[in-house]
């Protein structure tokens, strides 16, 4: 079952909005304080990294017949 | 390559010359596939946005003037690909997102425990997880797969979508929260079972 909740709202968003950017405000070290005391956001958080850790991992590589279409379309196939 | 070597080899790929421009295409086509697919979930589409990505790329080359990222400016393109052929499809039916720009998704909290790189070994979470980004609109997809998918700055996504940093805050947020409430059922079946 969800648990749904609502007072962690402005953390999360701040963490959605913000990721990545200065840790060292003192809004984000804030953040971590409230993260390492509520296990709801870091739950939340966990979560979205292994989402988009599930989006990269399933994102296959360039193939190499569509790379010698590309040159020759482009006009610049591969010298022999 | 270097930003040294990548200015020349531009300079060079502007005059036509063959081996820059494959030089460029080595370094960025796999960069566009990927992005493409990510978007589209397709390979053949993924391929021919490629291709007509690069083809806008060399047309376009003598207007890059290197005041941008070259990566930012060819962002721009394949975004701009990306749409159009989304647009194209009018048959599809996306979830709309765009309900009170004030009021974000309720967020549901529960474990995921499953690494992902194992997880989508597993073609039932793989088709899962096409299916939910297959009901993101468009122009979400772009905002959260440019952020979190290649790792830009918000500012540098602002500036290839065209939109303020707070919409693209704004939509980026949605297109998570989107993602993981669609993703969740799924994990938690795995972890109940």
């Known amino acids: 079952m969800h648990t749904h909740f609502a007072n962690c709202q402005e953390v999360v968003d701040y963490i959605c909005g913000h990721f990545g950017e200065d840790e060292n405000s ?11 005391a509520c296990p709801d956001c870091s739950t939340y958080c966990d979560s979205m990294d292994k989402m988009i850790g599930l989006y ?25 | 390559m270097s930003a040294e070597d990548e200015v020349e080899v531009i300079e060079k790929a502007k005059q036509g010359d063959a081996r820059a421009i494959r030089q460029l295409v080595d370094e960025y086509a796999p960069v566009i596939f990927r992005f493409s697919y990510n978007i589209c979930r397709n390979q053949d589409k993924a391929e021919h946005t490629t291709q007509e990505t690069f083809m806008s790329v060399l047309k376009k080359l003598k207007q890059f003037d290197n005041r941008s990222k070259f990566s930012t400016w060819l962002y721009t393109i394949v975004s701009n690909h990306c749409l159009m052929l989304a647009r194209s499809e009018k048959s599809r039916r996306h979830v ?16 995921w425990d499953h690494d992902p790189e194992a997880a989508v070994e597993r073609a039932d979470l793989k088709q899962h997880l096409d299916a939910a980004i297959d009901k993101l609109a468009p122009e979400y997809k772009v905002i959260f797969v440019l952020r979190d998918i290649e790792g830009l700055s918000t500012e540098e996504v602002s500036s290839i979508t065209n939109l303020s940093v707070p919409a693209v805050k704004s939509r980026l947020h949605r297109a998570r929260a989107f993602l993981r409430n669609e993703l969740s059922p799924v994990f938690d079946e795995q972890q109940d079972g």
Do not use: T
């Open chain 1, 26 to 36: 003192e809004r984000c070290r804030e953040l971590k304080k409230h993260l390492d």
């Open chain 1, 56 to 80: 990269r991992a399933a994102s296959p590589c360039f193939p190499e017949d569509a790379r010698k279409s590309l040159l020759a379309a482009l006009g610049v196939a591969d010298e022999h």
């Open chain 2, 96 to 111: 709309s997102l765009d309900d009170d720009e004030g009021n974000y998704p309720e967020i549901a909290v529960d474990h």
